[in-house]
């Protein structure tokens, strides 16, 4: 059991804190409830943007990581489809320091062209080794767009194309900022080596004098079910031929998703799963075989991939990766097999949640959620070999999937 700590400001900044004396650090770990599927269609790639400039200075402080570094600490952040995250580990005594930080730069960013230049640089570059120079690079752009045609999940987080980005103006910025970035869209976590009395203490000194701000609701563009499969092919400067089947599933909160996540472990996780034994090893059709989720609060993907040994006939791989999948149904998982993912599945959360700054993220994700961390172990273990069998008819359905075939070019 995982003892959390809850209070809210009067802005609407809800705290998290949990207390590890084992350690001499502390982690912050704010998350903004803002992601790419936040952005206009017709500017995307600006929550990712945002996670670069959050760090180009805000009123007070012109050099965010270099203050940051003379208190001992350092930082990161990560972007994806629905949140934006920021976090910050200091030495216990210089904790104040970070929580001076984050909340200057909530406050109000610095907002300079100088600033924007550089990080539109940054992100442009980024887009282009990522996306243009890289084999695969621009494979899941046309993945998601073959599989979302309405939701704004159809658009990579880093942005649809190289030109949003470089068009982004200073006005365009600060629009998004005091649309997404306040007190009242965000959770603040705090772990290690703080009290929750400090931790109270610390946060209404800095973040209490912060306005909530009008935050537009996150409603969403619900995707059409889908009626019937879906097929593409493109070429490019790959190595080997690659194959990705999405399917859609449900999201986060669906009480079907703990399933969608067990099958794809039963699929591919470790060198006992089903891909690993029958496919990989047992064929020699494949160099490598994978099944995941993307992990969506809307309703997501469940992703097969192969890729292919040269000479391998792609129809037959495609029908061996599918069969495969489809084998959940035919033979649902016995119990060990069954108990095996979530053992694994429960090793890892339960390893992850002993480091502190990986806990301050879980926390945060979990109060965005509304969710109880001791919650999420017991929850994927009400998945029964009869679930499996059941979210897996209704789930990898010919209808429901998305197929993409990436080839080399001759």
Not at 13 to 27: E, G, P
Not at 78 to 90: A, G, L, Q, R, S
């Amino acid at each position: 059991m995982i003892e959390i700590n809850r209070f809210t400001l009067p802005n609407g900044l809800r705290i998290v804190h949990n207390q590890d004396s084992a350690t001499a650090m502390v982690a912050l770990n704010i998350l903004y409830n803002v992601g790419s599927r936040d952005e206009n269609p017709e500017s995307t790639g600006m929550a990712h943007l945002f996670e670069h400039l959050m760090f180009g200075g805000s009123r007070n402080i012109p050099e965010f990581d270099k203050a940051l570094e003379e208190a001992g600490g350092t930082n990161n952040a990560w972007t994806n489809c629905d949140f934006t995250n920021f976090y910050d580990i200091v030495p216990a005594h210089n904790v104040e320091t970070a929580f001076w930080l984050e909340s200057d730069r909530m406050n109000e960013l610095a907002f300079s062209e100088r600033s924007l230049e550089v990080q539109r640089h940054v992100v442009c570059e980024e887009f282009k080794q990522v996306c243009l120079n890289q084999p695969y690079g621009d494979l899941f752009h046309h993945l998601y767009a073959l599989a979302y045609k309405v939701h704004p999940y159809r658009f990579p987080v880093i942005g649809k194309e190289l030109s949003h980005i470089e068009q982004v103006t200073i006005d365009d910025v600060k629009a998004f900022f005091y649309r997404h970035y306040a007190p009242n869209n965000a959770v603040l976590a705090v772990t290690g080596n703080i009290t929750f009395e400090e931790t109270c203490r610390l946060a209404e000194k800095w973040f209490g004098g912060i306005p909530s701000r009008d935050i537009p609701p996150h409603t969403y563009a619900r995707e059409p079910l889908q009626q019937s499969p879906r097929r593409d092919t493109m070429t490019g400067r790959v190595p080997q031929t690659v194959i990705y089947k999405a399917y859609h599933m449900p999201g986060y909160a669906d009480v079907s998703y703990p399933a969608c996540d067990v099958i794809t472990d039963l699929l591919s996780a470790g060198q006992s799963s089903r891909f690993y034994r029958n496919l990989l090893m047992g064929t020699d059709m494949f160099t490598r075989v994978d099944a995941s989720i993307t992990g969506t609060e809307d309703p997501g993907l469940m992703l097969l991939s192969a890729h292919l040994r040269e000479g391998t006939d792609p129809e037959k791989a495609e029908e061996a990766l599918t069969r495969e999948a489809l084998s959940l149904i035919s033979e649902p998982p016995a119990d060990y097999e069954l108990q095996r993912a979530l053992n694994r599945f429960e090793s890892n959360h339960t390893f992850g949640c002993m480091n502190y700054v990986n806990l301050a993220s879980v926390i945060a994700q979990g109060e965005m959620r509304g969710q109880d961390i001791n919650n999420i172990v017991p929850r994927q273990r009400t998945v029964t070999p009869e679930i499996i069998h059941d979210t897996a008819a209704t789930i990898l359905v010919p209808e429901n999937s998305s197929t993409l075939l990436y080839t080399p070019v001759n």
